[in-house]
């Protein structure tokens, strides 16, 4: 019995108590919470039902909790119910409702965790999204690893989700970059606020190459030479480097088509028509104050240039009307304002705010010997996707980067990410994987047949199995978390707390028989509930785009 299971049977039971006492049954909530008490004296787990309802009732909370608890012990599901405080339930399940959730794990295989909480909601999430002017440095990096994983959990949940991935190839950044290529061609120094490092070389080497020429063109054309290939040849490598971490996207979609196709200029007339724009001191600006930003937006500068705003409303108008019910950006920490300012030009679109949705990630520190690390030996200036995953590895890298919340400043200490030991998270979480994986390859070698329905696996009543059981069953709950909450960390959290009470319950509990001993109902239970364990493993860490190794 999974803890939704029990939460609908707590909530029918206190339906049925309250009406057979003529009671108000619509104070019972459509969502009853159980929880696993942090002391396993306690229970299994428990719920304040009663606490949450006596007092629209009119009734002391520990007589409607004695009238639920005795309910609930005369169901087949529950072995004790007792009374806690001022009216908490603390609950024992039955052995054999506990075992469900093992013959369920089973059953459902690389199911178990998904949901349909997001069903039929169709999510546009685009992330990472760095200028095609450089390799992706490690902020973009936790992205590429959050972002991922958080669109594997819509996914889980029933979302349809397309990775979205924004390419700035229009403006100034553009421009420079391209003038730094033909610099670094050229042996000369990079222009100010140019792009520097042994990858503007290999990049502007690679154009020369393919256009021998291409120095001796006029400047103009030269320019746009330089800009048009060194763009593609730049975004090339970014793929390759996102492909090589695990992170495809569905979309790659460029900036400078909403220039050319006219579809900036079309939203702009759109917004003036609609009074949505105002002129002032020769620039078009856009009423943003009136639904919710800290200040009005430039959209249209006196020059006549667009502002970069002025694409990203173009942008969510495109999203829109390509279906996408949700817009979800995952934006870096100098973005906060892009909150404000997407959710008015929404508003101002006469569209829905709330079908924008930003989340800011926070800074990433690498660290070695206890110290920063500040430079990159291909970037030259910031540390890239290849200076981590060089240090540590993909899954290491990805599990590190998405253990912790976004909005919260990350040092990753590369010394503890490449130890190979039970102080690094991954490793402990991936060994409990491969050690799983071990027991059930000698149970396949002693001819141990665990597939049988008819195994006793009311047998596990030790409290080890109970807590690793309870454990399992907590992660449908943690991946709907994970969604909804857009977590993906406590997928990982979630990950370290089984692989902790697997290991527990493996101290404590003899899993395959010894010398001669004959094969017991109870290995047989127990070899099925590592099995449940191996699968739940396995399928949280695909959650987060990281392997499962069978063997380390």
């Given amino acids: 019995m999974t803890p939704a299971v029990l939460a609908d049977l707590v909530r029918s039971t206190a339906l049925a108590v309250l009406a057979d006492r003529g009671l108000d049954t619509s104070v019972v909530p459509e969502s009853v919470t159980v929880q696993r008490p942090r002391n396993p004296e306690h229970g299994d ?22 009238w639920l608890a005795e309910a609930l012990v005369a169901t087949d599901a529950i072995s004790s119910a007792d009374i806690a405080g001022p009216g908490f339930v603390n609950l024992r399940l ?7 959730i093992v013959r369920e794990t089973l059953a459902a295989g690389e199911r178990w965790g998904t949901g349909d909480a997001m069903a039929g909601l169709k999510v546009n999430l685009e992330f990472v999204s760095a200028n095609p002017t450089g390799p992706i440095h490690i902020g973009g990096t936790r992205w590429a690893a959050a972002g991922d994983a958080l669109g594997r959990v819509f996914t889980a949940q029933g979302a349809e989700v397309t990775r979205e991935y924004y390419i700035n190839d229009a403006g100034v950044q553009i421009d420079r970059f391209a003038e730094s290529l033909i610099a670094a061609t050229k042996g000369e120094a990079p222009p100010e606020d140019g792009y520097k490092g042994a990858y503007v070389s290999d990049i502007g080497a690679e154009v020369l190459r393919r256009n021998p020429s291409a120095l001796s063109l006029p400047t103009e054309e030269r320019h746009q030479l330089f800009r048009t290939v060194g763009v593609e040849l730049m975004l090339g490598e970014i793929k390759s480097s996102l492909h090589a971490f695990g992170t495809d996207f569905d979309v790659f979609f460029s900036e400078l088509t909403l220039h050319n196709s006219g579809t900036v200029e ?22 943003s104050t009136e639904y919710g930003d800290d200040k009005d937006r430039v959209v249209i500068k006196a020059d006549g240039r667009p502002a970069y705003i002025a694409a990203d409303i173009a942008y969510f108008a495109d999203k829109r009307k390509r279906g996408a019910q949700l817009c979800l950006y995952l934006l870096g920490a100098d973005h906060h304002g892009y909150i404000g300012r997407l959710k008015a030009a929404a508003a101002a679109l006469g569209d829905d705010p709330g079908a924008v949705e930003v989340l800011i990630g926070q800074m990433v520190n690498l660290l070695s010997d206890g110290k920063p690390l500040r430079m990159s030996k291909r970037a030259g200036t910031v540390l890239t996707m290849e200076d981590l995953v060089e240090a540590i590895g993909v899954d290491a890298a990805r599990y590190a980067l998405t253990r912790s919340s976004t909005d919260s400043t990350l040092d990753v200490d590369l010394d503890l990410w490449s130890r190979r030991s039970n102080d690094n998270p991954v490793y402990y979480v991936q060994y409990a994987h491969a050690r799983l994986s071990s027991i059930l390859r000698g149970a396949g070698d002693l001819g141990i047949d665990i597939t049988g329905s008819e ?85 949280g860490l695909r959650l987060l785009g990281v392997g499962a190794p069978e063997r380390m």
């Fill in 455 to 539: 195994v006793d696996l009311a047998l596990l009543t030790h409290d080890r199995e109970g807590d690793l059981i309870r454990t399992i069953g907590e992660f449908p709950r943690v991946v709907r978390s994970a969604a909804e909450l857009r977590e993906p960390h406590r997928v990982a959290h979630y990950l370290e707390s089984l692989a902790s009470a697997y290991h527990k319950f493996y101290d404590a509990c003899r899993v395959l028989p010894q010398g001669d001993e004959e094969t017991s109902p109870l290995n047989v239970a127990r070899l099925q509930l590592c099995a449940a364990s191996r699968q739940v493993l396995a399928n």
């Fill in 266 to 287: 079309a939203t702009v007339a759109r917004l003036k028509d609609s009074g949505q724009l105002y002129e002032n001191e020769g620039a078009w600006w856009l009423r």
């Fill in 45 to 66: 787990y428990a719920t304040n039902l009663a606490l949450q309802s006596a007092k629209k009732l009119g009734v002391p909370p520990r007589d409607l909790a004695t």
């Fill in 94 to 100: 039955a052995a054999d409702a506990q075992a469900g």
